[in-house]
C-alpha cells in the first residue's frame, strides 16, 4: 500500500483560515469524526456538524501533501472548512481509529453478480433515493448500457433541487447532486456518442433552467453546470459527423439558455454562447437563429429594454455580418441601440457630421466612450465639439473631467483649468487640488486661487481634504490645528471626520511636534474605549504604548502615571479593557 506522506500541526494549519483551524481543531477534540477509514492514498470520514446528517469528507493525497479534498459542506471552497480540519487532525493525533479499506472498485469486481444484486438492494434499503439510479444510463465498455430518456434526468434534476431547498448556499449542494449527470454526458461526448450526449445536456439544461430564476446562484455553482452543459453542446456542433437531428435539438437548447441568461440580466454565459457559437452555424442555421434573436427583441423604452436590444444587438450583427449592407447595418445599429458600432461604421464611412448627430442622443457616461471613439478615427474636433456641448449642461463630473484632460493634453492650460475648478466645485478631491495647483503655477495665478480655496475648504468644513492638502505643502502646524482646533465649534469635539484623518496627522508630528501627536493619540483612545468592544480595547492599548513613548521623549514620566491612574479609574468597570492593558504591558 502507498504511504501517505508525513504531515506536520504546522502544514496542516497554513493550509487553513484562523477560524476553520480553531473550529475543525475543536471538532477533532470533541471526538466528532466517526467511521474513519483509509483507502490507499485516501482517507474518508464522516463529521458530525450543525445538521441532522453527518458531514461526508475525504481527502486525497499525492507524494508530497494533499491532492485535493471532497465534503458535503456547503461551506468552504476546494477543502477549506472546518470538518476537513477536523479529519487531517483526527489522522495526525489519533492515526489507529482510521480502519483500512479495501478499494471500491476492487471491492465490487470480486462479489459474484447475486452479491452485487443483494448489496445494490441493501443499498436502496437503506437510501430509497437511490433508487433512481437505476434508471440511469451507464457507460460499460465505451457503450450505452440503454438509450437515454431525457425524462430520468429531468426527474433526478427536479429532486435534486426539492432536496436542496431554498437556504443559504443551497446551490453548492444543488450542483453536487447534478454533477454526476453532466460528467455522464461528458462520457457520451468523449465516445463521440452525440447524440446520447446532446439527449443528456439538453435535459440537464432544460431541467436546471426551469428552476434556476428562483435561486441567487452567487457563487456560480449552477451556473457552472449550465455552462458545463453549453460547452458540451457547442463542442458537440464541432463535431464532423453530427446527425441534422441532433444539430436541431442542440441550437433550440442553446439559445434558450442564452436568451434566459440576457433576461436574467447576468450576462456571463451569453456572451461567450455568441462570441463561440456564430462560426459553428452553417448559413441555413445562422439564418434561423437571427429570426430567433429578432423575435426577442424587446419593443419598450425602459433602461432594461434598451440595455437587452444592444445586448441582442450585438449577436445580430455577428450572425448577419455577411449579409449586411452598409445601411442595412446602420438601420439594425438604430434598431437595436448600438450606438458604438453605429458611430464606428459612420466615421469608417467619412460620414462624421451624421455621426456627431448620432452620439448627441446618448447618456453622458456613453458619450465618454463615443468621444474616444472620434479621437481614434482623427476626429478631434468633433470629439471636443460634443463634450463642450454636453459639459455646458452635464452634472455628471465625468463630462467635466474628460473635456478637462483633453484641453490639458492640448495646450489649453486656461480652459482646463477653468474645467478643474469647476470639478473641484462639484467634487472636490486632492486629485483635482493637485491638478488645480499644477495649471495655475504654469499660468501665475496660484497665489491668489491658493488662498480662495482653502478659505473655501475651511468654510465648507472639509477637514479631511484640508488636512492632506496642508500635509502634501508641508504646512504641519496647519494641519495639527484642523485636527486639534477646527474652525467649526461643533467639530472640537472628539474626531468627527475621521480616525483616519487624525492618525495621519499624529503620525507625522510624532518627530517634531510630539505633545499634539500624543494629545491626538489620547482623543483616539478615548474614541476607541466607548466603542466598549474586546477589539476596540485591544486597538486602544497599542496607541497606549505609543503615548506612552511621546511622554518618555518629552520626559514626562510622571505625567503619563497620572494618566495612566486616571484612565484606570475611569474605566475601572471595563474588565476586558485591563486585561488587554495587562497584556501590552501598561498594568502589571
Not at 430564476?213 to 459527423?241: H, K, P, W
Not at 466607548?530 to 477589539?535: C, H, I, N, P, V
Request: hydrophobic share 40%; charged share 30%; net charge negative.
Amino acid at each position: 500500500m502507498e504511504t501517505i506522506p508525513q504531515l506536520s500541526e504546522q502544514t496542516v494549519r497554513a493550509r487553513f483560515d484562523p477560524q476553520s483551524w480553531q473550529r475543525g481543531r475543536q471538532y477533532a477534540r470533541d471526538g466528532a469524526i466517526i467511521n474513519a477509514r483509509r483507502q490507499g492514498m485516501t482517507l474518508k470520514a464522516s463529521c458530525i456538524g450543525s445538521q441532522p446528517e453527518p458531514y461526508r469528507i475525504e481527502v486525497t493525497f499525492k507524494l508530497r501533501g494533499i491532492a485535493n479534498a471532497d465534503y458535503t459542506c456547503p461551506v468552504g471552497e476546494d477543502g477549506y472548512c472546518k470538518h476537513v480540519v477536523a479529519l487531517l487532525v483526527t489522522w495526525l493525533n489519533r492515526p489507529e481509529t482510521f480502519r483500512e479499506a479495501e478499494d471500491t472498485d476492487a471491492a465490487l469486481q470480486r462479489r459474484e453478480k447475486d452479491e452485487l444484486i443483494a448489496l445494490i438492494k441493501q443499498m436502496i434499503w437503506r437510501y430509497p433515493d437511490l433508487e433512481s439510479l437505476l434508471e440511469m444510463p451507464l457507460l460499460v465498455g465505451g457503450k450505452a448500457s440503454q438509450p437515454i430518456n431525457r425524462a430520468v434526468f429531468h426527474r433526478q434534476i427536479a429532486a435534486a433541487f426539492h432536496r436542496g431547498g431554498y437556504e443559504w448556499r443551497a446551490e453548492t449542494e444543488i450542483a453536487r447532486e447534478i454533477l454526476p449527470l453532466a460528467e455522464i454526458a461528458d462520457m457520451f461526448l468523449q465516445q463521440r456518442d452525440y447524440a446520447n450526449a446532446t439527449t443528456a445536456y439538453e435535459a440537464i439544461s432544460s431541467a436546471m433552467l426551469d428552476q434556476y430564476g428562483a435561486y441567487n446562484d452567487e457563487d456560480g455553482a449552477l451556473q457552472e453546470i449550465i455552462f458545463r452543459c453549453v460547452e458540451g453542446m457547442i463542442d458537440a456542433l464541432s463535431g464532423l459527423t453530427v446527425e441534422p437531428d441532433t444539430r436541431a435539438m442542440i441550437l433550440p437548447t442553446i439559445f434558450a439558455i442564452y436568451h434566459a441568461d440576457i433576461e436574467s440580466g447576468r450576462s456571463e454565459l451569453s456572451g461567450e454562447i455568441a462570441d463561440t457559437l456564430v462560426d459553428l452555424l452553417t448559413d441555413a442555421e445562422r439564418r434561423t437563429v437571427a429570426e430567433w434573436v429578432r423575435a426577442a427583441l424587446p419593443e419598450g423604452k425602459s433602461w432594461s429594454d434598451n440595455y437587452h436590444r444592444q445586448a441582442y444587438g450585438a449577436f445580430l450583427l455577428n450572425l448577419e455580418a455577411d449579409d449586411l449592407d452598409d445601411e442595412a447595418f446602420l438601420r439594425l445599429c438604430r434598431e437595436t441601440s448600438r450606438a458604438d458600432d453605429l458611430v464606428t461604421r459612420l466615421l469608417t464611412l467619412d460620414r462624421v457630421e451624421e455621426a456627431e448627430q448620432e452620439a448627441q442622443h446618448v447618456s453622458d457616461y456613453d458619450l465618454i466612450g463615443l468621444a474616444n471613439l472620434f479621437i481614434e478615427h482623427q476626429q478631434t474636433d468633433g470629439a471636443e465639439r460634443l463634450m463642450r456641448e454636453r459639459a455646458a449642461t452635464s452634472q455628471d463630473s465625468r463630462v467635466t473631467e474628460w473635456l478637462m484632460t483633453y484641453y490639458a493634453t492640448h495646450g489649453n492650460d486656461t480652459g482646463a483649468l477653468n474645467l478643474a475648478m469647476r470639478l473641484f466645485e462639484m467634487r472636490p478631491g486632492f486629485d483635482t487640488y493637485k491638478e488645480i495647483r499644477r495649471l495655475a503655477q504654469k499660468i501665475g495665478t496660484w497665489d491668489t486661487l491658493h488662498a480662495d480655496l482653502l478659505a473655501s475648504l475651511i468654510q465648507s468644513g472639509t477637514i479631511p481634504l484640508l488636512v492632506s492638502i496642508h500635509l502634501d505643502e508641508g504646512e504641519l502646524d496647519r494641519a495639527i490645528d484642523c485636527v486639534l482646533k477646527p474652525e467649526k465649534p461643533k467639530e472640537r469635539v472628539g474626531i468627527p471626520f475621521g480616525a483616519h484623518t487624525a492618525l495621519t496627522v499624529a503620525k507625522a508630528a510624532e518627530a517634531t511636534q510630539p505633545e499634539s501627536a500624543r494629545e491626538i493619540y489620547e482623543r483616539h483612545v478615548e474614541s476607541l474605549i466607548a466603542g466598549r468592544q474586546r477589539e476596540s480595547y485591544r486597538q486602544a492599548c497599542g496607541y497606549l504604548v505609543t503615548v506612552r513613548e511621546l511622554y518618555d521623549r518629552l520626559d514626562e514620566y510622571e505625567r503619563w502615571e497620572r494618566y495612566l491612574a486616571g484612565l484606570q479609574e475611569k474605566y475601572r468597570t471595563l474588565r476586558a479593557l485591563k486585561e488587554e492593558m495587562t497584556t501590552v504591558g501598561l498594568l502589571d
